[in-house]
């Protein structure tokens, strides 16, 4: 049995962390692959939040193995804290594989990510602070540690010793900070985090691949969004990885071909966290309107989304860029009150029309959305189950969205429950 990929097709908290506890049923294991814990994925059971950074959303079913992929960025202390907190709340975790290639987010990615936010002032992209960027950038340069070196003292203490010279450098002469100390880090890292971890670190790739070969089901959980993208995203207000479906890919250790199913998550509307270009961006009343009832609020930062109307344009884009096969369209129900809805089909810009995104991002800054307006339905659809119990209006809506981005869409969601969902086309 081929993998199967869930995606962000916006900027982001499409509902990712509900569709994979969704689709977990039928499957062996669930990888996260990207990402670190600039992620806040909430899975809601029984009217209780679980909000997951770094663990795989699947990780609620006894059934599955969690597994944390080699393309993730690891804060061992949030990891530890999360798992804490599942196992409280009586979620066992002892299942969870991390990948030993996985790199850490250091003490000096966070404060590094901070500064650097700091530095740039009015230009700052709105990141997470959490260190993810840094990270990456190490692992790209190759001063990376990793999850592996937790296993090994030496090896780890020597790495540190190295990168950390540069980094108090750094800290000292660009930002007048004062220095990190790297007995004080190793004691952390290797005396508190590592017994505890190291159970878990071993060889995700193996295990992936061997559930596959025995067909049973895998499912790649996604972290962030098609244009959060590093490469395809609006760069620089991107985060630091790849989060189309290429990614799963690499951050799990797995061939294209092993993947036939691509289901991209899109919110019934746009939101986004932090600066970058956003043609449908709402503002007024209509933005207060879609915040408060959709309570777009960061899951772990607290902070407000910016919401907008559907953008179809990204849309087809997104599904391009991940081969998308369905999309679950999340979050119907916030859309119950409203007289009229708008779809951006176009966009506007220089007297010229663009039905496919502009490659050039001057313009995509400066395009006005075309938009096609659509009857609203003014009924709740929060307690619908079934396809045939959606208001003509929403039916309307939803086939209108599928035409626009080429694609069906399978899964509805009308509210932050497991079970608000509706089977909506075939895939
Ligand atoms: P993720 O990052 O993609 O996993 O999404 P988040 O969990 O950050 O944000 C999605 C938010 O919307 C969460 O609070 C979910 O509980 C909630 N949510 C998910 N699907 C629906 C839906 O269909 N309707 C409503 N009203 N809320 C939803
Ligand atoms: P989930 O998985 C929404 C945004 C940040 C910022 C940019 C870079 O819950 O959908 P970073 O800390 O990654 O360097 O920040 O990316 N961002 C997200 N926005 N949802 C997320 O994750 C995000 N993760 C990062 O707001 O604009
Ligand atoms: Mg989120």
Redesign the pocket.
């Known amino acids: 049995m081929p993998a199967t990929v869930v995606i ?1 097709t916006q900027w ?7 569709l ?1 506890d969704l689709l977990s049923r039928e499957m062996q294991v669930v990888v996260r692959y990207q990402g670190g814990h600039n ?6 059971v029984d009217g209780e ?1 679980f ?1 997951l950074q770094l663990l795989p ?1 699947g990780v609620l079913y006894p059934s599955i193995t969690p597994v944390i992929g080699n393309g993730v960025v690891v804060e061992p202390k949030v990891l530890l804290d999360e798992m804490d907190m599942l196992t409280r709340r009586g979620i066992d975790c002892s299942r969870l594989v991390i990948s030993g290639s996985a790199h850490l987010v250091m003490p000096y990615h966070q404060e590094l990510d901070a500064l650097t936010e700091r530095h740039l002032g009015k230009n700052k992209l709105g990141t997470t602070k959490r260190g993810i960027g840094p990270a990456y950038a190490d692992k790209a340069a190759r001063i990376g540690l990793r999850a592996q070196d937790l296993l090994d003292a030496k090896i780890f203490r020597q790495k540190l010793d190295v990168v950390l010279k540069e980094k108090n450098a750094i800290l000292a002469k660009v930002y007048n900070r004062l220095p990190l100390s790297a007995d004080e880090i190793a004691q952390r890292y290797l005396d508190e985090y590592a017994p505890r971890l190291a159970p878990h670190i071993g060889d995700a790739v193996g295990l992936v691949q061997a559930t596959l070969a025995a067909g049973q089901g895998v499912l790649l959980e996604g ?1 962030q ?1 098609t244009f959060l993208d590093l490469d395809h995203g609006t760069y620089p207000f991107v985060t630091s990885s790849n989060t189309v479906a290429g990614g799963a890919c690499t951050g799990a250790g797995i061939g294209p071909r092993q993947v036939d199913r691509v289901i991209g ?1 899109a919110k019934a509307y746009v939101t986004r966290v932090g600066a970058g270009p956003f043609p449908t961006e709402a503002t007024g009343e209509l933005a207060d309107m879609l915040v408060e009832r ?2 777009e609020y ?2 772990n930062t607290g902070r407000r989304r910016r919401p907008g109307w559907f953008d179809a344009v990204m849309m087809r884009h997104a599904v391009r860029l991940s081969s998308v096969s369905e999309l679950a369209v ?5 859309l119950d009150t409203f007289e009229t809805l708008k779809v951006c089909v176009a966009y506007q810009a220089g007297g010229q029309r663009y039905e496919s995104l502009p490659w050039h991002q001057s313009v995509l800054h400066e395009v006005e959305p075309v938009y096609e307006e659509l009857p609203g339905w003014k009924t709740s659809t ?1 307690e619908v189950t079934r396809r045939d119990q959606l208001p003509p209006q929403a039916v309307r809506y939803l086939e209108f969205l599928s035409r626009q981005a080429g694609v069906p869409v399978t899964f ?5 429950g497991r079970d ?2 509706v089977r909506f086309q075939e895939p």
């Open positions: 962000g982001g908290d499409e509902g990712k962390g509900k994979t992620a806040g994925h909430t899975v809601v939040a909000a959303s972290a969004a998550i959709g309570h960061g899951t999340t979050k119907l129900d916030v929060s509805v969601g009308v509210g932050p608000q969902v």
